[in-house]
């Protein structure tokens, strides 16, 4: 259920902006023709990210970029060649990531839409949830304290936060002990709130499509997982048993070992093979396990994966030496473009980290503390 336009606090609105326009800088999306006009030049801000186009568009022989930007490897060799400095800056705490010009826009945006929504200005706007400040709107608590408030009563509970996060969620259980039990229990949550799948064990699959046949959640399972070492032809066979069990996503694992070797044909043929056995019923996610590889094998593992046909390309599998990073999702949201979804998985543990993960370019988030994120903690 969407918020309604009373919902929407001002602080609320200008960072949704704020968000979205600093999602579009993360992309390289800004600032090109109109916009450039209209946020004036930013070249002399740290860029997120530095490509081969930015190193020719550069004034003099330094470039800040901020600490962690993604920078491709071919971008790095370009900047050694022409003697640019790409100088790296640390912005102070509490600084906004976007130049003055941004938040003028984002402010002004906001306030627009504010009007157009409510007819009121984003400092007018309202709360209608009256009793869930706290877990809401905490810097009110502050505005109360400060007016001379001893004490504040609230709603002590923490309602799911209705901020469309939830049908980005795959509500994951891939634990070796899970029971039917927690199976269970996982789908009524997932159709509780709303998530876009249940993601289990390829054994549950059939007992989970049964569960949620009257829900709008799909069930997602998982094939040559999680070390993706399989021969193409066992990984195909689960995919095609999984989808006749009544899955109707997949997450592969790309075979690392392949990628690494530089068999790249290989590579597309293991995912080829998976998303033909899984089409058209299934959706065909790919987990690149981006802990193991390199930012050349990143954008490689991508290239491969939009070649063979996949809908997703997927971090982790949460089992391996590390999870989604920002940067990661940031590069592979770059590489595949608009057109495939990225999912971020690993180590998701919270609301703030999988609304970095959104802000990066993830358009799933695989999390086993689903419950938990939607309630904003």
């Known amino acids: 259920m969407a918020k309604t336009p009373a919902s929407f606090t001002a602080a609320e609105l200008r960072d ?6 600093w999602r579009l800088r993360t992309q390289g999306e800004l600032p090109t023709g109109e916009t450039r006009a209209l946020l004036g030049d930013s070249s002399a801000l740290p860029r997120t990210s530095v490509t081969l186009d930015d190193l020719e568009t550069i004034e003099g022989r ?57 007819g009121s200005s984003a400092d007018e706007l309202t709360c209608s949830c009256r009793t869930e400040c706290l877990t809401k709107c905490p810097q009110r608590i502050v505005l109360i304290a400060e007016a001379g408030a001893d004490r504040i009563g609230i709603n002590g509970s923490a309602p ?31 159709a509780e709130y709303g998530f876009a799948s249940v993601c289990i064990h390829p054994y549950y699959v059939p007992l989970a499509a049964d569960l949620l046949r009257e829900a709008e959640v799909d069930v997602c ?20 048993q999984a989808v006749a069990d009544g899955a109707t996503e997949i997450d592969m694992v790309i ?21 033909q056995a899984s089409h058209p019923d299934a959706i065909v996610k790919v987990i690149l396990e981006t802990a193991l590889l390199t930012d050349d094998e990143k954008i490689i593992a991508c290239e491969l994966t939009r070649d063979a046909g996949a ?3 997927k971090t982790s599998t949460g089992f391996g030496p590390g999870g989604a990073t920002t940067d990661d999702v940031a590069l592979m949201r770059r590489t595949v473009g608009s057109g495939m979804g990225v999912k971020a998985s690993g180590g998701i543990g919270d609301r703030q980290k999988a609304a970095e993960m959104i802000a990066a370019g993830a358009t799933r988030i695989g999390a086993s503390a689903g419950v938990r994120i939607v309630r904003g903690l």
């Not at 949704?16 to 326009?21: A, F, T």
């Not at 209705?162 to 199976?183: F, K, S, V």
């Not at 399972?221 to 095609?240: I, W």
């Open 311 to 313: 809908e997703f390309v």
């Open 160 to 190: 799911p936060l209705d901020d469309g996060i939830a049908p980005l969620i795959d509500h994951t259980l891939l634990r070796a002990d899970a029971t039917e039990a927690q199976i269970k229990q996982l789908c009524r949550e997932a």
């Open 255 to 275: 075979n690392v070992g392949a990628l690494k070797s530089a068999r790249y044909d290989w590579a597309r043929h293991d995912i080829e093979c998976v998303v």
């Open 62 to 118: 330094k470039l800040p970029v901020t600490e962690g930007a993604i920078i491709t490897p071919a971008a790095r060799d370009r900047a050694r060649e022409l003697g640019i400095d790409l100088v790296t800056t640390t912005p102070m705490a509490g600084e906004s990531k976007l130049s003055p010009a941004e938040e003028s826009l984002v402010a002004s945006l906001a306030d627009q839409l504010a009007r157009d929504l409510s």
């Open 221 to 240: 399972t998982v094939v040559g997982f999680p070390l993706g070492a399989n021969r193409t032809e066992t990984k195909a066979a689960e995919a095609a």
């Open 16 to 21: 949704l902006v704020s968000q979205s326009l």
